[in-house]
């Protein structure tokens, strides 16, 4: 779900717009230590306590989109690609443990006698505890008889389908490294805007300038988002007037990704052994690091943006490539493991029209001139498009799909449930699809419009395409040249 705060997207906008901007124009590294200032003059602050607060935010801000760690370099987490601003979460006002209306300021006072810290006194009318000492133990919630302390969670921590994040001594936010999947919800959830992810935005436009071949790479997932009338060639017009060399549906990609799945699915069926899938990053994040006995089950398939990425650099292995789509994870699946030929930068949709902002270029209506991906590879990014375009690719190759079952998961809580099955032993399928958010990536945490609000446009432009094949579509392309498992 994307925040619904205004002023946190003007923001985050704003930092990334004047980003590219200084970058086209080639100044970024000479204006940067300018820029918080330009974004905060003061001298009254905009939305925080103080001008110098804000400076500090937009000075953390401005190292995020230079990809870079925005506090210390030496932390231990400073290499996830989400990052916690700990200026801005300094903010947070909420306390783990409040005591209500409940309290009956009994004499035994359990609450205060359980307190190893000092934090609880008696006002008025009930216990209060004091947040500057309070460590969170949950020991006056455990010992009140009346239950007259509730247990608030911080909105990052409660959105997190891993536990990966906890508050240190000073209540500001820690993402451990080791338990992150890089799912990016908690970056949409916290009302402070203080959790954000690394980004390439600077890079890539530096590469543009330097004239190298730099192709968009776009996904399914965004076809759609910006209305009926703008179509993939509207968006490769505009990638091309921001310096891209060209534009590549990541539909094709699913395509391949499919083509290739399927052979292994049923080669794992006659082996048996069950399988996952690999193409969402997140998901493979939640296996490796929570399901670790799990990890020989995904499938050696590489990702619809790994496939694309090395078909064109088959051709060119100088070419820079570019993922642009609705999810954080992906960002990891470059940074964090990387894999010959994969991607070698990724930008969410709204980083993508910072640098068409910074640049003054809008989209355009334009008619679907091309089609680079079947049907089914368009909806790969849908919750079950993965399954379809698999078992489309099962009929063409002559197997009998309906003889395997597959777990179709869309959500961190469905994918969990599945994956602990698999683990036990009881789960009743051959194969899981796993995609980490709901509705699958047209849900993804960077997406420009809510599913529901931009499924009447997809469904449009998708029904403009033709109904060719997946194995048909692939027949056009070199797939020889290149490899399709890690």
Known sequence: MISNDATILKIKHEVLYQA??????????????ELPYELAPGPLPQFRCCVYKEREIMRQRIRLAEGKCPGNSDDPNASNIIQVIEA????????????????RKCMAKACQQSCKFGAISMGRDRAYIDPAKCKECGMCAKNCPYNAIADLIRPCKKTCPVDAITMDDNGICVIDNDKCIRCGKCIHRCPFGAIGSKTDIVDIIKDILAGKEVIAMFAPAVEGQFGADISFSSIRT?????????????????????????????????????????????????????????????????????????????????????????????????????????????????????????????????????????????????????????????????????QYKVEKCAGAAECKKALTLLKVGKLDADFIEGMMCEGGCVGGPSQHKPEMAFKKDRDTLIGQADERGVHDNLSHYDMASFDMHR
Request: proline share 4%; with cysteine; hydrophobic share 35%.
């Open 20 to 33: 590219a901007k200084l970058a086209y124009e080639g100044t970024f590294d000479e204006k940067k230590e």
């Open 238 to 402: 505009a990638c091309k007037k921001l310096g891209f060399a060209d534009m590549i549906e990541v539909g094709l990609g699913g395509d391949m990704t499919a083509a290739a799945e399927a052979e292994e699915w049923v080669e794992a069926n006659k082996e048996g052994k069950k399988m996952t899938t690999s193409c969402c990053p997140a998901f493979v994040n939640m296996i490796r690091k929570h399901f670790p006995e799990l990890a020989d089950n995904i499938s050696t398939t590489v990702s619809p943006m790994c496939g694309v990425s090395r078909m064109l650099k088959a051709k060119n292995p100088d070419v820079r490539t570019v993922f642009v789509g609705p999810c954080i994870a992906k960002k990891s699946e470059v940074k964090d493991n990387p894999i010959e030929g994969n991607a070698d930068y990724v930008l969410t949709i709204g980083e993508f029209r910072a640098m068409m902002r910074a640049k003054e270029i809008t989209l355009e209506p334009e008619e679907n001139t091309t089609q680079q991906a079947s049907i089914y590879g368009k909806r790969f990014g849908n919750g079950g498009g993965v399954t379809a375009a698999v078992v489309k690719c099962m009929d063409e190759m002559g197997v009998d799909a309906g």
């Open 88 to 103: 801005a979460c300094a903010d947070c006002p909420l306390s783990h443990y409040i005591v209500t209306d409940n309290c």
